[in-house]
């Protein structure tokens, strides 16, 4: 039986999340960031007829979902509820259980990604080391300046109208934070955090300028910010495809947990 989910379900779906909150840090942080009476957001839940136990959830962030399911549920239904929304575009999550909802779907695009979480950061690395590009935090004054930066990066498919309005509304409401280093007043490379919650947070738009490649200015911000999550008592998790990411992302002390597969209606 699938409903929708409102405060009185707060106990109930943080159980059931929390049984995984990597896999699961964009539902806990957007539940802990915005709650559930949003226009832009929404969440059902499935519901064991015999015994009432919930046992699925699915998240909807404007036209983007994520379902996660404890074992077999309601596929189909999950499925249904996605399109009679006026815009669905995607729906991601773990490989098994966004699988299991692509057979109700018409798909257009597929992408699947390596999903890794750091417990420990590598014990050997210096992220306070002294560098000729100083590591800054950003506030909504350095959108532009970033974007300018992640506009040229052939893997970032973002609209560049829809990145700058993305990040300035990540930094407003505190659910992300982004580092980066400059030369000669430009930013040459920069990394953000998503979805903090109390429990973990999401590494994302991890760049350098191709003119300064190769120097490891992204895997010094990347560690800062890893080194800072983890001070903190949250787990920082990323995605990555790329082989070169995934030498900087294993001396740092990811370990891989998974697969994130992304599906575009």
């Known amino acids: 039986m699938i409903r929708k989910l409102g405060e009185a379900d707060r106990v109930l779906l943080m159980t059931l999340v929390s049984k995984d909150p990597a896999l699961n840090l964009f539902i806990i942080g957007d539940v802990e960031n915005f709650g ?27 036209g983007s ?25 995607m729906v991601s999550g773990s490989a ?7 057979e109700h779907l018409n798909i257009r695009k597929e992408k699947q990604m390596r999903f890794a979480e750091l417990r420990e950061l590598n ?35 973002n609209n560049p109208e829809d990145s700058r309005s993305s990040l300035r509304k990540t930094l407003e ?25 109390s429990m973990s947070a ?3 738009a991890v760049a350098t300028h191709p003119a300064y490649r190769g120097r490891g200015l992204a895997s010094r911000l990347v560690a800062r ?5 983890l001070h903190e008592g ?7 495809n790329d082989p070169q990411a995934a030498l900087i992302y294993r001396k740092l002390g990811y370990q891989d947990i998974g697969f994130w597969t992304m599906l575009y209606v």
């Open 173 to 197: 409401t505190g659910t992300g934070r982004t580092y980066y280093m400059e030369q000669d007043g430009k930013v040459i490379a920069t990394a953000s955090t998503a979805a903090e919650s």
């Open 234 to 240: 949250r787990t920082p998790c990323l995605f990555y």
């Open 123 to 157: 014990s050997t690395l210096d992220t306070t080391a002294a560098s000729a590009h100083a590591i800054r935090q950003a506030t909504t004054d350095d959108v532009d300046a970033i974007c300018s930066l992640t506009d040229q990066i052939e893997e970032f498919d």
């Open 96 to 102: 098994e259980t966004v699988q299991a909802v692509a």
């Open 225 to 229: 910010l890893s080194a800072d999550m």
């Open 36 to 62: 559930f009476e949003q226009e832009f957001m929404e969440l059902w839940g499935d519901f064991r007829e015999e015994d009432g136990q919930l046992i699925a959830v699915l998240l909807r962030f404007y």
């Open 202 to 204: 999401m590494v994302v």
């Open 65 to 89: 979902f994520i379902p996660y399911a404890d074992g077999p549920f309601d596929a189909a239904g999950f499925a249904a509820l996605m399109q009679a929304g006026p815009k669905f575009e």
